[in-house]
């Protein structure tokens, strides 16, 4: 046997940081530079997988700095733990939605997603993993619970000596006892949408003349996807995609689809000469902002919206078994449930805690304020799912997206909602600002003309396989039903980010039409003065406002 070949086993020493968050282990990319950072890491997950030999995996990334060295490494890694076959994507990208599709369609045993999803990327941004199961979803708490653990005490790494897998073309080759597939990205993706969605009265719709529509992939990898799938085969105008070609350091553009981060997109989207739609992905393609000519959809009425007009999507129509949404989702949702007769479901903010009640049946569309969508299809959240959900609707009813949101407002009532953001925290005054408000007793206290009629920490009990999460985020729940939850973010990378939902219900359509933060200017003057925001951060507004 060539030496090369031999499976190395290099000894290590555990770093003490590498615990999972809301998706995976983000970190800056000059963390993951350190040496043996990534490879601690990656034994870790195969350490905590003890039945992995001889199995499947698939790997892929959105393209980011430090994307291509990272599959690399990983595929020898693979290769010396003893996985028989790793799906990669070409170029070693995947979107996160494709990913899960990928797992799911080819029965692998789980994968590697490398991102940091809508974290900014280049050399000084930041780098991911995630390590997702069978069922193509996110690795449940208990097992990233484990991961950590390993890399507590993890005192070595195997890897394989091995010149680069060439990832620039579709084939097979093998690495040692491992089969290296290098797969199309796009391809079983692109089949599973054309399997929901009414694709012949989307694409008349895109292909008349009075449509005119902007697809934002923010220079992150939904480019290929969003041209593959809206332009060669819907027949979209070329041009319909702009930052269309992934960039490691996504041409210095922060894809993370909100007003504030897709300004040029959503200033396309005013005035009188306004496209008729628009839409906008984040670095991994599972998240999507929806916009419609002087119309902004928020993501928690786009769930909404989506479950009230199943009956419009031939994957969908006649099945919708149960909606599920995160905790700080606003409750538009659970009207539209109501309305249909089924259960709609309260679980902590991640997609891994969809998991179980997607693969029991209990839901069939999925979402968070975040700009995250889903449904069964695959357990990732999906923007270009999302995108082709509403292009169907478009299609079908082929109204104007304000009129659409109008009338929906106008039957089942507005929920104004937005989320403000205090980012860069000092970690301590944040973690202090939470417990605080853990500890005041708020029940039954009034502020202006509201009564606080429930004040809690949430916590959730999964109902298909009974795993307990608690610590998921402060809730203070008005008696007119206004609502103001906080909790700190899973995802940064630097200090603390305070994220602070804020709610209210309106039923008379008269009063539907209102600036949202106006509409929640009380609310929002509330939710600063119960935290003592300004004392404890000194901060006076939020960074980010969606
Ligand atoms: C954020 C969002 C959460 C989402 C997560 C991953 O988490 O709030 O809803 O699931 O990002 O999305 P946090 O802990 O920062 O609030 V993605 O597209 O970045 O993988
Ligand atoms: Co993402």
């Not at 993993?129 to 507590?152: D, Q, V």
């Not at 298909?464 to 899973?490: C, K, P």
Request: proline share 6%.
């Amino acid at each position: 046997m060539h030496e090369s070949r031999v499976p190395t086993v290099i000894p290590t020493t555990p770093f003490p940081d590498q615990k999972p968050g809301t998706s995976g282990l983000r970190k800056p990319v000059s963390v993951f530079q350190q040496p043996r950072y990534l490879e601690n890491f990656i034994q870790a997950v195969f350490d905590s997988l003890p039945d992995h030999e001889g199995k499947t995996l698939v790997i892929g990334g959105d393209g980011r700095f430090f994307n291509a060295e990272a599959v690399q490494i990983i595929l020898r890694m693979a290769c010396a733990n003893g996985i028989a076959r790793m799906l990669v994507g070409k170029g070693g990208l995947l979107s996160t939605p494709a990913v899960s599709c990928l797992i799911r369609k080819h029965k692998a045993y789980g994968g590697f997603v490398l991102s940091a999803s809508h974290n900014p990327g280049g050399a000084h941004g930041d780098f991911g993993i995630k390590y997702n199961i069978g069922n193509g979803g996110p690795a449940p708490e208990s097992l990233t619970e484990t991961i950590f653990a390993a890399s507590r005490t993890v005192s070595r790494f195997r890897i394989v000596a091995a010149p680069h897998c060439d990832l620039g073309r579709i084939g097979s080759c093998r690495l040692n006892a491992t089969a290296v597939e290098v797969v199309d990205p796009v391809a079983d993706y692109a089949a599973l949408m054309e399997s929901l969605f009414d694709f012949d009265a989307i694409s008349g719709l895109l292909k008349s003349p009075d449509f005119r529509m902007r697809f934002d992939a923010m220079n992150a990898v939904t480019g290929p996807y969003a041209k593959a799938i809206l332009e060669d085969r819907l027949g979209a105008p070329a041009g319909t995609v702009v930052n269309g070609v992934p960039l490691p350091d996504f041409g210095g553009l922060h894809p993370d689809p909100n007003p504030v981060y897709a300004a040029d997109l959503c200033a396309a989207m005013k005035g009188p000469d306004a496209l008729a739609f628009g839409a906008a992905s984040d670095g991994d393609g599972d998240r999507n902002m929806i916009l419609g000519a002087n119309a902004y959809v928020t993501p928690s009425d786009s769930l909404a919206i989506i479950a009230a007009q199943a009956h419009l999507v031939p994957g969908y129509a006649g099945r919708v078994a149960g909606i599920a949404r995160s905790m700080p989702t606003s409750r538009a949702a659970d009207r539209v449930a109501a309305a249909l007769g089924v259960p709609c479901y309260e679980a902590p903010t991640g997609w891994k805690f969809f998991g179980s009640l997607l693969d029991a049946g209990k839901a069939t569309f999925c979402g968070e304020e975040s700009f995250g969508t889903g449904s069964d299809h695959v357990r990732e959240k999906d923007g270009l799912w999302a995108v082709l959900y509403w292009l169907n609707i478009l299609a079908k009813t082929r109204r104007p997206v304000a009129d659409i949101l109008a009338e929906h407002w106008a039957k089942y009532g507005r929920d104004y909602y937005s989320r403000h953001d205090y980012e860069g925290l000092d970690a301590d005054a944040a973690a202090k600002l939470i417990k605080g408000l853990r500890a005041a007793s708020l029940k039954g206290k009034s502020f202006g003309g509201r009564t606080v009629t429930l004040h809690d920490d949430f916590s959730y009990t999964d109902p298909v396989n009974g795993e307990e999460t608690s610590g998921q985020g402060i809730r203070v729940v008005f008696d007119d039903g206004a609502r103001i939850v906080y909790r700190l973010s899973g995802t940064g990378t630097s200090g603390a980010t305070l994220r602070v939902y804020l709610e209210r219900f309106e039923s008379a359509p008269t009063a539907q039409g209102q600036d949202t933060q106006a509409a929640l200017a009380e609310l929002i003057g509330l939710s600063r003065e119960i935290a003592g925001l300004a004392a404890r951060t000194g901060r006076e507004t939020p960074d980010v406002i969606t």
